[in-house]
């Protein structure tokens, strides 16, 4: 019976007794009032913390003075630290006898690669727990005031990125925008602010130029920035306010009524 627990092996020397302990903690969108308790309670505890790059230095500044913080951050566009190698230097920490965090932003198990981390640790006989973050889309629709699945606009949400990995086949936004007109469906589309002109043109193929839309940069810390558009302007928006990644796309009629909102940190285009 496989009970989950590490056992000596030729590639994994140590014994159960001297193996460290190893989680996937989701850091939020950024602030730190954001973090769940126990999320906040392993990362005090943790002697060693991998940390992705849209971890905030304000969540950090949480762990203990003696914890050894490491830097493995990926950015689109940017040099980034190869995927295999962020996994050797996890299970390298565990079988060190560290308490390991792997500190992922958002939740570990959305768009943060924490799936394969999560099975190349337990193929190597390690028991991982994973903690929930707050997932920078909800965050996103909290701070606009709308409900992602607002009953008279949406009957359902999409996550989605618009970032797929080399060699994976292109997501079908056309088939995407005609499924979410016919289902009444809120999209929010993380990573895809440089492919935003074309997700914007394959999205008008099923969904209308005036459909609502906003474009939130840094959700949730203090330079959060926010541009309220349709998706016919959307590229044109994005452009214009001079947006950056990271940010957070959401499309849908959950957004009517939101250009006649007070937005204070807003720039609604």
Excluded at 200 to 212: N, V
């Amino acid at each position: 019976m496989n009970t989950g627990k590490a056992t000596p092996t030729e590639n994994n020397p140590r014994s159960p007794a001297n193996i460290g302990t190893c989680s996937l903690v989701g850091a939020g969108p950024g602030d730190p009032e954001l973090l769940t308790l126990k999320a906040l309670k392993a990362i005090q505890a943790a002697t060693v913390l991998l940390v992705d790059d849209l971890v905030s230095d304000a969540v950090l500044a949480l762990a203990a003075p003696t914890a050894r913080i490491v830097h493995v951050g990926k950015r689109g566009g940017c040099t980034s630290t190869p995927q295999a190698f962020v996994e050797k230097l996890t299970l390298m920490a565990v079988r060190d006898g560290q308490t390991v965090v792997r500190l992922k932003g958002g939740d570990p198990l959305v768009f943060g690669r924490g799936g394969e981390e999560l099975a190349h640790l337990q193929a190597a006989g390690i028991r991982v727990e994973v903690i929930n973050g707050i997932t920078a889309g909800f965050a996103a629709a909290t701070s606009l005031g709308v409900s992602l699945t607002h009953r008279n606009h949406a009957h359902g949400v999409v996550f989605i990125t618009g970032h797929a990995r080399p060699g994976d086949a292109a997501t079908d936004w056309k088939a995407l925008a005609a499924t979410a007109h016919s289902a009444r469906l809120t999209l929010v589309i993380y990573m895809g602010l440089s492919n935003a002109a074309h997700i914007q043109s394959e999205l008008l193929h099923g969904l209308p130029a005036d459909t609502p839309a906003a474009v939130l940069q840094n959700v949730s810390l203090p330079g959060q920035r926010c541009a309220c558009t349709t998706l016919g302007a959307l590229h044109t928006t994005i452009e214009r306010e001079q947006l950056a990644s990271p940010c957070i796309m959401v499309i849908g009629d959950v957004l009517h009524g939101l250009m006649q909102l007070p937005l204070p940190a807003a720039l609604c285009a």
